[in-house]
Structure formats: C-alpha cells, structure tokens
C-alpha cells in the first residue's frame, strides 16, 4: 500500500500552492479581477474513497446531489513510463457561476453550458492543471507532454467508469475565491500503481526525504 | 517549405485526431479541412500552415520560417505567444477559448470588410516529432463566427424569456393577491355570496351566504345553487332561472324564509361571468336581507299616505283613490259619493282645553266616522277639522241620507276629555258621480260647497251646528 506521509503531501501542498499561485496571476489577467487560491490540502487515495469523497463536493457550494464539472488532460513523459491523468473537479452549479462572472455575463444562470462557456470553462482547468503540472514536471524532473482539455459534467461516480478499480488518485484540494465567489474544487492525479509508485519514489526524492514511504 | 510537408512530419500519440492524419498520402487533404493548422517548430517558426489559415491571413506577410511575434508585432494575443511558449518550453498543451481572447489571431473572413477581425479560437497542442526531438507545438484554429453569433441570439432569447417570465410571475403573484383580496372580501361581506360553474353547480359559498340560508357548505358545495332555497322557492324559481340564464340576463327575486318563527325577506340576485368569447364560465350571485329594508318601506309608504294622528289616509291617497275609484265606477257604470265633513267649532275646543283635547277630538272622530263606514269606503283626513269619505258604489239616495244621519249622531256622541265630557257636531256635505261632476276635485268641491251650505242652514235654523256645537256636558265629576 501506498502512503503518502505528511512530510509530503506538506512538501507536495507547498509546490502546488506555488504553482496555483501562477494559475490565479493568469486569470486575473484574463479577466480583471482578483481571484484568490487557497493552499491546497494534498491527499493519496484509493478511487473508491475519492468517489465518496466527490459526492459530498456539491453539497459545500451547491444542491445536494448535483453534478460535477470535469476538466480533464492526459499528460505522458516524453521517454515513456510515467503518464497521469489530471483532472479539475468544481460543483457544476459553482464553476458555471465563475465562468460567467469571469465572462462578464450578469444574467441569472441558464441550467445548461453553452459551447462557449464550455470553452472558457476548459481554459480555466487548463491553466489551473497546466500550472500544477509544471510542479509535478518539475519534481518528477521530467517534461511532461499534455493533451487539449477535455469537459464534461457527470455524476461522481460516473466519472471514473473507463478507469481501473486499483488506480490510486493524489488529490489536491483546492478553494477558489472571486469576489462573491466562493468555490472549492480538486485537482486529482490519476494513476497507475507503478506509475505511482515511481511518481512517489521521485517525489521523496526532491524534497530529500527518505526513500522509503512511512 | 509547403505546409503539408510540414505538417507531414507530425506524429506521436497526443496528436489531435486531424494532425494525426497528417502524413504523407494525405497531406492534400490537409487544404480541405475547415480549419486552420500552424506547425511551429521547437525554435518557435512557423513550419507551414494550411490553406484555410493562408485564406483568412488575407494580405499579412507569409509567416513561414518567422516567429509569430515578428510576424504580427502588435496584432497578435501575447496570451497566444505565451500559450506557444508554454508549448514548446513545457510541452503544455493549451487551450486558448473564444469567450476570453476573441480574435487571437489577425484573421478575416473571406469576402469580410478587412476591418473586421474574424472571430476563432485557437488551440494550442503539443507534440513530438518523428524519430523524436524538442517538442513542436501545432495551433489549430476554428472559425466561432457562426457560434458567437447563435449564442448571442440565443442569450438574447433568453432574456426575453426571463423577463416574460418575470412578468408571468409577477402577474401569477397578483392574481394569487387578488384571490386572497377576494377571498377575504367575500369572508367578510355583509351580503351572502355564491359563485357557480358554467351548469349553476355551487362551487363557492362564503359564512356569511350560508348563514342566511342555513346552509351546510361542505354538503352543498357541487348541488345546483337552487338546491339552497326551500322546495316550494325551487318550483317558483326553477323556470324563472332557466330563462334568465339561458338568456344571460342577471335574476333578481326576492323570497321569504321562515327562519325558526321569525320571517325573513331575502333578495337573490345572479348573473353570469362571461369569458373573453362572452360565453358564460359560470355564476356569481349574492343574497341579501331586505326584511328591514321592506318593513322600512313599508313604513315610509305608510307615512306617505297617511295622517299620522288619526291613522286616517291623507289628501293625496284619497285624491288618487277617488280618481281611481271614479275611473272604476265610468267602466261599471257605477255611482260614487263623495262626504265632505267638518267638525264644529273645533277650534273652540283646542282654544279652551288644550291641543290634546284638539287631537283626542280628531282621533275619536276619525275612529266613529271609520265605524259608521263599510270595509271598503275610503275615510279620510284632508286637514285640520275636515274628514272626507269616498263611497265607491254609493248606494241610494235614502241610504246615503241615513250614513249621513248615522254619522251626525256618532259625532255628536259625548267625547271624554280628561275628567269631563264634551260634546261636539259636524257639518257634512255630499257630491255624487256622475249627478254632480265627473271631475274629482270637482266633486269634492261640491262636496265641500254643500257642507257649508248645510252648515248655514244648521246656524240659521239654531240648530246644533248654529249653535255652540261644543259644550260641557259634564264639567264635575259624577259623584
């Protein structure tokens, strides 16, 4: 069993805060207005329990039950071995509601994503994990190529229906402050066991911690 | 190089599905695709790019073999730039959406204005090429003119159906008000209210209806409304109902309900709501208690016609009564007399005993005049002393002589005064029609002419209308 032991995940929290920190420079930029994220809690779980863990999400900012948006990328190391999917997950209600602000748009929310929404909502994930990932690139050191983002908006338990049972998920998460805006969201790593295993091998690594797991 | 070539060189497994078509046999097809593709190279020039990006490039210089930034100082997104970098440094793919950078690029629109920007978004993808090296980054373009533009209809769509449906709420929460405005009126109005469907079937009935009409609601709430009345007011109001509803016209009768002893006057009145084709949706009715109405006209009218002393009817009535009784006796070919009757020296008793010795005077003579009279004789008070009676089918001539005599002694009976008696007389004249005139007040004229002719003569003949017709009779108490 992997474990990931609180050196870590505090070392793994600091590197992520760091490179949130950029995301939310990014969308300040993009929008002219300030966004704060909060220092991500960093967490190694089984699938199941993150699946629990997801359906209590929307009940924190939105109706209890509700779907979740999916931003997701797959990133592979350039020479192979080490591949992870990353995946941002917002109470879709919550995400909508920061797109739309961020787009200007003060009408009262239409229930379903329009295409250009779903855009903007994918360049949002896609700063957020494109900034998480040069964290864990720079960790892993090694570059790490990443596909366009994908959205979605599913169930919590739908969304890890193509993904084997024994994956092993490092959740980061994260909360996301605009104004009257307040969300929280989590930026999950998803991966196969070895994967993970040398994922974790080369995380004690650079923080110079022992090469063994507590 | 040509941007096929290029492209041809692509390959790897995060290549989107169109860049990963890209290699020999089909690069012609990649100047068939509608979109735009750029292949940049690691050292961040542009490699090529396809035909649907070099249309909508319009005059700006062939970017092959330049940086895009030296390409377009100025007109470029620096997100773009950035997202380039961020590609080729980190091998990030990014994805640059329509809504936050609109026009990217410094595209146009085949057959646009050259002032008009085309609107697209651009995806930046990071991919490796063949036989492996730095990571190459390939922009895809696509055209969100077409999209842009449905989305703005279709927010505006929106809008307006947010505010019309604003409106339809607001509108809902009135009449929800108004319903519970009516429902409260309707709790506390003083008249009984009803309400029907379009067949008269009782759908609403506020207390206070009920009350009046003794009503369970629940159990009569879906009978007909009629089915409230008592059966025999069902029999007369059944057909008058039909009619009234069949011809949408509003009914109003009033009934009588013997409510524990005590009788009670009702007015139902009941008309139908029409609907915007003016066809009846249904009833609405109201009943009210008009017993105390009734008996106050009743009382006014009473009032009217007659003098309020001696009960008597007055001027008026009995001139409308002798024009009526006169019209009647022309169509049976009937008689009628006309008494004309003043009191004697009436004046002497209010002067010397009081007015209310003055009105037990007149309320005893009206009373013994009414009692030498028949049921249907018509006695009347015209003012101060003078009484009128009306005999609609006068009998003969002696008959008529011996009323007047009855009368003469009846008044000249004793009158008790407090603790005496007095004595009082009467003069009486009399006009027949059609003997005398035909015309009412011209009757009474000589009714009246003939009174004080008689009178004359009485005085003259120092009889009891010459002399003192008023005397003590008994001014001591008998003892």
């Given at each position: ?70 931003i997701a990328q797959r990133f592979d190391r350039q020479?192979?071995?080490?591949s992870t999917e990353a ?38 994930g896609n700063i957020i994990i494109n900034s998480c990932m040069n964290?864990l690139a ?5 570059e790490m190529i990443g596909t366009l983002p994908g ?38 790593f ?25 | ?11 790897g497994p995060h ?68 997202a380039?970098?961020a590609c080729?440094d980190f091998g990030h793919s990014v994805r ?27 995806d930046v993808i990071a991919s490796l ?6 990571v190459?980054c ?342």
């Amino acid at each position: 069993m992997i474990h990931l032991d609180e050196d870590t995940s505090d070392a793994l929290a600091e590197a992520f805060n760091l490179a949130l920190g950029e995301a939310a420079a990014s969308f300040a930029e993009i929008v002219q207005e300030e966004i704060v994220m909060t220092v991500p809690v960093v967490e190694l779980l089984p699938r199941t329990e993150l699946v629990s863990r997801l359906q209590l999400l929307p009940r924190e900012g939105s109706s209890p039950g509700g779907k979740l948006c999916s931003i997701a990328q797959r990133f592979d190391r350039q020479q192979g071995g080490l591949s992870t999917e990353a995946i941002l997950l917002f109470p879709e209600h919550g995400s909508l509601e920061i797109v739309r602000r961020m787009l200007g748009d003060s009408s009262p929310s239409a229930e379903q994503i329009s295409e250009l929404e779903q855009d903007a909502l994918a360049e949002v994930g896609n700063i957020i994990i494109n900034s998480c990932m040069n964290s864990l690139a720079q960790i892993f050191g090694t570059e790490m190529i990443g596909t366009l983002p994908g959205v979605r908006s599913a169930q919590p338990d739908e969304l890890f229906a193509g993904h084997p049972g024994s994956e092993m998920v490092l959740m980061a998460r994260i909360g996301m402050n605009m104004l009257t805006q307040q969300i929280s969201g989590y930026v999950l790593f998803v991966m196969e066991m070895s994967a993970l295993q040398t994922g974790i091998e080369q995380i004690r690594n650079f923080f110079a911690l022992d090469a063994q797991p507590a | 190089m040509n941007a096929p070539a290029a492209l041809a060189g692509l390959q790897g497994p995060h290549l989107p599905p169109a860049a990963a078509a890209l290699r020999g046999p089909l690069d012609p097809l990649l100047d068939l695709v509608d979109f735009g593709l750029m292949l940049i190279d690691a050292q961040g020039q542009v490699r090529g790019l396809n035909r649907w990006l070099r249309e909508r490039l319009g005059d700006s210089h062939d970017p092959t073999g330049r940086r895009l930034g030296d390409v377009w100082a100025g007109r470029i997104d620096p997100r773009l730039l950035l997202a380039v970098r961020a590609c080729l440094d980190f091998g990030h793919s990014v994805r640059l959406s329509h809504a936050f950078h609109p026009m990217p690029l410094p595209l146009l629109r085949p057959g646009d204005a050259a002032s008009e920007r085309m609107r697209h978004a651009v995806d930046v993808i990071a991919s490796l090429p063949p036989g492996g090296g730095a990571v190459q980054c390939l922009l895809q373009v696509r055209d969100m003119s077409e999209i842009a533009r449905r989305e703005r209809i279709l927010k505006e769509q929106a809008r307006q159906l947010r505010i019309e449906l604003q409106r339809a709420t607001e509108a809902q929460h009135e009449l929800g008000r108004q319903s519970l405005r009516f429902r409260e009126l309707a709790r506390l109005a003083p008249v009984g209210l009803f309400e029907t469907d379009a067949q008269g079937q009782l759908t609403y009935c506020n207390d206070r209806c009920a009350q009046m009409l003794q009503l369970d609601i629940g159990r009569q709430l879906g009978r007909h409304w009629l089915s409230m009345l008592p059966a025999d007011e069902i029999v007369r109001l059944s057909p008058v109902w039909t009619a009234a509803s069949g011809a949408l016209v509003r009914l109003a009768e009033e009934l009588c309900l013997d409510t524990g002893g005590v009788e009670r006057w009702l007015r139902i009145e009941a008309g139908p709501i029409l609907d915007a084709r003016q066809m009846p949706s249904g009833f609405i009715g109201t009943v009210t208690d008009v017993t105390e109405f009734r008996e106050h006209a009743r009382r006014n009218e009473y009032r009217a016609n007659h003098d309020s002393l001696t009960g008597l009817v007055n001027r008026d009535r009995f001139a409308e009564q002798l024009r009526a009784a006169i019209a009647e006796a022309r169509r049976l070919q009937r008689r009628v007399a006309i008494l004309f009757i003043d009191l004697n020296r009436f004046k002497q008793i209010n002067d010397e005993h009081g007015h209310a010795a003055g009105d037990t005077a007149l309320k005893t003579a009206a009373w013994r005049i009414r009692r030498c009279m028949r049921g249907d004789d018509v006695v009347a008070r015209l003012g101060g002393d003078e009484f009128a009676v009306l005999i609609p089918d006068a009998p003969e001539a002696t008959s008529l002589e011996r009323i007047l005599a009855k009368l003469a002694r009846a008044i000249a009976m004793p009158l008790t005064v407090g603790s005496g008696s007095l004595r009082m007389g009467c003069s009486v004249g009399m006009a027949l029609f059609p003997d005398d005139a035909e015309d009412p007040a011209l009757l009474l004229a000589r009714a009246d002419a003939q009174m004080y002719h008689r009178k004359r003569l009485a005085r003259q003949a120092g009889g009891d209308a010459a002399r003192p017709s008023l005397r003590l009779v008994d001014t001591e108490p008998a003892s």
